[in-house]
């Protein structure tokens, strides 16, 4: 039997919606964690710890997120384990966004200027505390426009989770269209959805940055 | 026995030797004016004394404590030199106040209460009790120099470096940060300075240090040494009017 698309159709892709809402959640907070990790190391005293720090951002950087989706869902499959969709999508995700987010606050971090680290170096603070009371705080303030930006790419980046079989937006998208041959209704409504989720997100990072920019006169 | 004793200290930046056998003693209470061309290795000096810059040979002993390349050893020393920097350097993100309390409080692990009483008094030496709550963009050169001399203080140092800290002020702000260094300097307070400002090394500084292509190249009391100079260098120099 063929449906329509109709109100009962798009309440199934509002349901997935939570999913596409839930992952997005998941990968920024997951991402953000190990992001401040990588960010610590790539810059770091210690040589090796950034180079291990490079390395990462640069292999993330380089391969598509899909095949790092299919390394987690189907590689840990090859070792015994049954990984449910959310689980693998989360992990390759977040291993995704830490490298991404780890490389914007670097460029935070490495945005303060040396006269700070240098006048609280001799106030005797340890590297430890030049970073915690000096360093960070100023970069966490200059990082939040292009960090709310790098969410608008996270709740996007959530469709590739349909492809593992995930029921998040995009494939609740396909289920529906599969039920109606309304393809252009579907996805126009899928799309809407996107739309209303990323952009406030998009209207936050602007305003952040113009607020940004404003303060920052002579 | 000296505040700072430096002796036979050298120090290159690859090929470059900026500091050549600089020998110098600082004794407590005294105000030790140096002056030089621009290169000649005058803030390089004031970097190695607290650690900023390492050394490549030759001792440096400062408030008891001898410069080694340890850390807590260094933050040790650290905790008993102020240094105070040409472009202010105050944290932009701390308000007057917190700029004071937040080394003595993190470093020294100070309580609270003590270490605002202490940014209270402090203020009040530099003149500027009222801007407590003010954030340093709110605050003209000048006063951000004074709160950077006064954050400086609230660590009780044994001896204050600075490093041509009137160079980015207009005259008028000049005026109001050296009326402070010279109020310090009667209070007693060791010192070290930098300074293109030959008047007010010549009035206040005990002691001026010339340098010269990386070496104490004259020194001698500052009357002295303004009055009656010793090397055609020196006299060149002061000749040149230049800053
Ligand atoms: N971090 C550095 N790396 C390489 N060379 C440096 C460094 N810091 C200083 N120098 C060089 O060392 C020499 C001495 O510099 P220094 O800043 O001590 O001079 P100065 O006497 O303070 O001069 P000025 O009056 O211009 O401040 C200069 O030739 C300078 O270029
Ligand atoms: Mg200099």
């Known amino acids: 039997m063929i449906r329509s698309f109709g109100w009962n159709e798009f309440l199934i892709l509002l349901r997935a919606t939570e999913w596409t809402i839930l992952l997005s959640l998941i990968s920024f907070a997951g991402g953000g964690a190990l992001g401040f990790v990588v960010a610590l190391a790539r810059t770091a005293q210690h040589k090796t710890l950034r180079w291990i720090a490079v390395a990462y951002i640069e292999l993330m950087q380089a391969t598509p997120v899909l095949m790092v989706l299919f390394l987690v869902f189907y590689g840990l499959g090859l070792f015994g384990f049954d990984i449910p969709p959310l689980i693998a999508a989360s992990i390759a995700l977040i291993v995704y966004c830490a490298a991404f987010l780890g490389d914007i606050w670097r460029g935070c971090i490495e945005a303060i200027p040396k006269q700070q680290w240098e006048a609280s170096e001799a106030l005797a603070f340890s590297r430890w505390q030049q970073l915690r009371y000096v360093v960070l705080p100023q970069a966490a303030k200059i990082s939040l426009p292009p960090t709310v930006g790098f969410l608008v790419q996270v709740v996007k980046t959530t469709s590739i989770a349909s492809i593992i079989g995930m029921v998040e937006l995009t494939q609740a998208g396909r289920f529906v269209n599969n039920a109606t041959f309304q393809p252009i209704k579907v996805f126009s409504a899928v799309a809407l959805i996107y739309f209303v989720l990323c952009y406030p997100l998009s209207l936050w990072a602007q305003a952040l940055e113009r607020k940004m920019n404003a303060g920052r006169r002579a | ?243």
């Open chain 2, 1 to 243: 026995m000296p505040v700072v004793a430096l002796e036979n200290v050298t120090k290159s930046f690859g090929a470059l030797t900026v500091l050549d056998g600089v020998s110098l003693a600082v004794e407590p209470g005294q105000v030790v004016a140096v002056i030089g061309r621009s290169g000649s290795g005058k803030s390089t000096m004031l970097r190695c004394i607290n650690g900023l810059e390492q050394i490549q040979s030759g001792r440096i002993e400062v408030a008891g404590h001898v410069l080694e390349n340890n850390k807590t050893a260094l933050r040790e020393l650290r905790q008993d030199v102020g240094m105070v920097f040409q472009s202010y350097n105050l944290f932009p993100h701390l308000t007057v106040e917190e700029n004071i309390t937040l080394a003595p409080r993190v470093v020294k692990k100070e309580p609270l209460a003590e270490a605002k009483a202490t940014a209270r008094n402090v203020l009040e030496q530099v003149g500027l009790s009222e801007k407590i709550d003010a954030y340093p963009e709110q605050l003209s050169g000048g006063q951000q120099q004074r709160v950077a001399i006064a954050r400086s203080l609230a660590m009780h140092p044994k001896v204050m470096l600075f490093d041509e800290v009137t160079s980015a002020l207009d005259p008028e702000l000049t005026e109001e940060v050296l009326r402070v260094m010279e109020g310090l300097a009667k209070a007693g307070m060791t010192m070290m300075l930098v300074t293109h400002e030959m008047g007010f090394a010549r009035r206040v500084a005990h002691v001026t240090v010339f340098m010269h292509k990386g070496k104490v190249w004259e020194s001698g009391p500052s009357e002295r040494i303004f009055s009656d100079p010793q090397t055609p260098e020196l006299r060149q120099f002061l000749a040149s009017g230049l800053k």
